[in-house]
């Protein structure tokens, strides 16, 4: 955007090259007609400069005009100039107003007492010199106004005229005196219109060579950055598989070191939930019932927060091939799985939702990590959970093969079929995973590289509207203790 010029256009552009009279009568002029700050719009600024310089001049003139008519009557004030005093005063206020920033109000307020003071002293004083005047207030309205306006007032002027014409008998004879203070007013009038507009040509011509300087600058700088880009360009290829290098090494980094953060992060955030847990139970004090709430609020926050974390440092650490396996025989199957349905149960406490079990007891002890297993059933029975407003939740366990499979039925949206492979993915989650869970879609994809990690699959069969059905095959043998991405 090209920056507007705030020259006054009333006032010739002078060089302060000495402090002379002269600059300093100018400079006074700028300062009485500045505009507002308030005024934004340039067109605006200008109108209220001129108004500024319209007023101004017609109060001076109006109080040589009274001056010469006092001494014209040998010292003695002549009833027009006590009508004109208090006009010359409204002039003033007009004035003041302008500058304050109420350009509209104190235009319109201008034209109508110019107006009223033309048609008034005609009408009062029975003489035509006033109607003189008319061609000059009509070139206010052409100033200050817009067309439509402009043309409505002439009307109006035109019409005033008629019914004066009609109504009234006026003198025709315009003594000399008459004829030197409409010479005196009007050619003031058009001194100051000229200086506008040659103020105004000026300012224009200095937007437009600013526009031209900064159109030449913006073309010398459009071409120092097409030669610039064209030069990154040709590093940008060397550039590109260092760059690489460095990203895959930086990744490594920044898994060893989110990695190695875990006890960081884990046991301050540990130590906060155990303190709020001591003060809800009244360890430290007595509390009231308003505090055991925000206390158990403040602690299910803190427990989801570590639960977060426990996810970004697992996934972390998977692609890092930093996380092993904890294998232990004896895995009681169908013991644990009673134990993780019962938890889910308190989940679906406030929905209309049945939990049903389908689990076989009599499985056989299984060597796996207990935990892990646990954290894989848990996030299947969760995501259930979350997704299922009504109808029924089913947990499954049986003997197959060599192996204990394991399924979570429920009756809730569903997965679209190319959705179906994309939430393995981490960070992903479909739109209904969005707008009924939120989280951060890293459940899956940790508990498919755990369950894989002990020689197992993850995998969903789901129908949009019927519902989803996770399975995982466990072997009843580990075969490795190392969890890949």
Request: hydrophobic share 45%; glycine share 6%.
């Amino acid at each position: 955007m090209i920056e507007q010029s705030h020259v006054n256009p009333l006032v010739p552009v002078h060089q302060p090259s000495s402090k002379s009279i002269g600059d300093r009568v100018i400079a006074f002029f700028v300062y009485l007609t500045r505009p507002n700050a308030s005024l934004t719009q340039m067109e605006q600024r200008r109108q209220s400069r001129l108004l500024a310089a319209l007023t101004l001049t017609l109060a001076f003139t109006s109080s040589i005009v009274a001056v010469l008519l006092t001494a014209r009557a040998g010292g003695q004030i002549p009833t027009i100039v006590k009508s004109l005093v208090p006009g010359i005063l409204l002039t003033m206020v007009l004035y003041f107003l302008n500058r304050s920033g109420r350009y509209r109000l104190s235009a319109g307020l201008f034209l109508a007492q110019t107006f009223v003071t033309i048609y008034g002293s005609a009408v009062a004083t029975q003489e035509p010199t006033w109607l003189l005047f008319t061609t000059m207030w009509f070139i206010f309205a052409a100033l200050l106004t817009p067309a439509t306006i402009t043309f409505v007032l002439f009307g109006l002027s035109l019409a005033t005229q008629i019914v004066l014409s009609v109504t009234t008998s006026m003198t025709t004879i315009m003594s000399p005196f008459g004829t030197s203070m409409v010479f005196l007013t009007t050619s003031s009038m058009i001194l100051v219109f000229m200086a506008y507009r040659t103020g105004l040509e000026r300012e224009r011509q200095q937007e437009l060579q600013t526009a031209n300087k900064r159109l030449t600058e913006s073309e010398a700088l459009l071409e120092k950055r097409v030669q610039e880009r064209t030069h990154e360009l040709s590093v940008a290829k060397e550039q590109a598989e260092a760059a690489r290098l460095h990203a895959e090494e930086a990744d490594r980094v920044k898994s060893q070191f989110l990695s190695s953060m875990s006890h960081e992060l884990r046991t301050p955030l540990n130590a906060i939930l155990t303190f709020n847990e001591l003060m809800a139970m009244g360890t430290f004090g007595e509390v009231n019932e308003e505090q055991v709430d925000y206390l158990q609020k403040s602690l299910n926050s803190g427990r989801h927060l570590l639960s977060l974390i426990n996810d970004v440092l697992d996934i972390t650490k998977i692609h890092a091939g930093m996380m092993k396996l904890f294998l232990e025989d004896g895995f009681d199957a169908g013991w644990e799985f009673e134990a993780i349905a019962s938890s889910a149960e308190k989940m679906l406490m406030g929905k209309s939702v049945q939990l049903v079990r389908d689990i076989d007891h009599d499985l056989p002890p299984i060597r796996c990590d207990k935990r892990r297993v646990r954290q894989v059933m848990m996030n299947l029975l969760s995501n259930a959970v979350k997704f299922t407003e009504e109808g029924t939740i089913t947990i499954s366990a049986k003997l197959r093969h060599n192996e204990i499979l394991l399924a979570v039925s429920d009756t809730g949206p569903g997965i679209a079929k190319e959705q179906q492979d994309i939430i393995f993915e981490p960070f992903v989650q479909t739109e209904t995973g969005i707008t009924h869970a939120g989280g951060t879609g890293l459940g899956l994809p940790i508990s498919r590289s755990l369950v894989m990690a002990h020689g197992g699959q993850l995998w969903v069969d789901s129908t949009p509207g019927e519902g989803a059905t996770f399975y995982v095959s466990l072997p009843l043998q580990a075969k490795s203790d190392s969890v890949q991405g």
